[in-house]
């Protein structure tokens, strides 16, 4: 099928997953779009729903892994809808951001170059605004339900624009009503951040970044966190320690051993590597614990 109609839409064919994975796996899809705004996302949608094309919207693809045989539709890539905007009130500033935008660019921009406190903690996470907004990510005592004001969002029930007040989001520990609703798709988000000293707010951001290099794989490709934590007070990555998977390795993937919450792609690791390691990882650690491991890293399979 050819693709016509989409206007300045970049369209690729056959475009290799892996270079576009923080995990460096993946086929090829049969079509990469890489819209610009918020209205070449909604005409991207609206194309592949029309003509019956399978479709996934991704970011940065950092919690993502890609099937080894690639993928039978498009992948629409959010990463240049970056847009920023600042609506200044007296308290507080307003800072609507599109969905694609780099999530560390944008807590340097808003923390170090406007003195605006709430995304210390984001600083260093590798995915997009919507990734966060979608899934409520967080690190080091943040996340994203702490700021959100507002998320605009595109509703493929009937294709048209709405939004969510903050407490709408229906926000829990790495889950949102974006992740309850799959027909909802980010368009932009508006995050509400107060003013503060930016000398302390880059402070803050440089502990938490030596915090990721110290304790993470940062050196090799991996998805981040591969398992949700279980429970308060309770952390995969001990669990999966405790039961000596440290360094397991299943062909290229591998248990890390500075961080046994990541899985690690030592440079020829395929998604079915991976995913047996993942599978291995919960059987064994359930067996030992009694504690179930929920995935973080979203599996998106060739159809």
Same mark, same amino acid.
């Given at each position: 099928m050819a693709i016509y109609g989409l206007g300045s839409i970049e369209i690729r064919e056959n475009e290799s997953l892996s270079r576009h994975s923080s995990f460096r796996i993946g086929g090829d899809a049969k079509y990469a779009f890489f819209p610009k705004d918020k209205s070449e996302l909604e005409c991207s949608v609206k194309y592949c729903i029309d003509n019956g094309l399978n479709f996934k919207i991704i970011g940065n693809a950092s919690n993502v892994l890609?099937?080894?045989?690639?993928?039978?539709?498009?992948i629409i890539f959010t990463t240049r809808i970056n847009s920023l905007e600042y609506i200044r009130r007296a308290d507080s500033t307003l800072v609507k951001v599109g969905c694609g935008r780099s999530l560390t660019d944008l807590a340097y921009e808003t923390g170090k170059k406007q003195s605006l406190t709430g995304l210390e903690f984001a600083y260093g996470i590798p995915g997009t605004v919507g990734g966060a907004i979608y899934m409520n990510a967080g690190a080091y005592g943040g996340q994203?339900?702490?700021?959100?004001?507002?998320?605009?969002?595109?509703?493929?029930n009937d294709m048209s624009v709405k939004k969510l007040c903050a407490n709408e989001h229906m926000?829990?520990?790495?889950?949102?009503?974006?992740?309850?609703?799959?027909?909802?798709? !980010?368009?932009?988000?508006? $995050? &509400?951040?107060?003013?503060?000293?930016?000398?302390? *707010?880059?402070?803050?951001?440089n502990r938490n970044m030596a915090a990721r290099r110290e304790?993470?794989?940062?050196?090799?490709?991996?998805?981040?966190?591969?398992?949700?934590?279980?429970?308060?007070?309770?952390?995969?990555?001990?669990? !999966?320690?405790?039961?000596? $998977? &440290?360094?397991?390795?299943?062909?290229?993937?591998? *248990?890390?051993?500075?961080h046994a919450g990541f899985i690690i792609n030592r440079g020829n690791a395929t998604s079915k590597d991976v995913l047996d390691l993942i599978e291995h990882t919960k059987k064994t650690v359930f067996s030992m614990f009694g504690i179930s491991l929920e995935c973080e890293v979203i599996y998106i399979p060739y159809n």
């Open positions: 890609f099937d080894d045989r690639g993928f039978d539709g498009a994203m339900s702490d700021v959100v004001f507002e998320t605009e969002y595109l509703d493929l926000y829990t520990y790495r889950n949102s009503v974006f992740i309850e609703h799959p027909e909802y798709v !980010i368009l932009n988000t508006t $995050l &509400k951040l107060s003013f503060a000293n930016a000398e302390d *707010i880059f402070a803050a951001m304790k993470q794989p940062l050196e090799y490709p991996n998805a981040g966190s591969i398992f949700k934590r279980p429970g308060d007070n309770i952390f995969a990555g001990k669990l !999966i320690q405790d039961a000596n $998977l &440290k360094g397991y390795a299943i062909g290229g993937a591998q *248990i890390s051993e500075k």
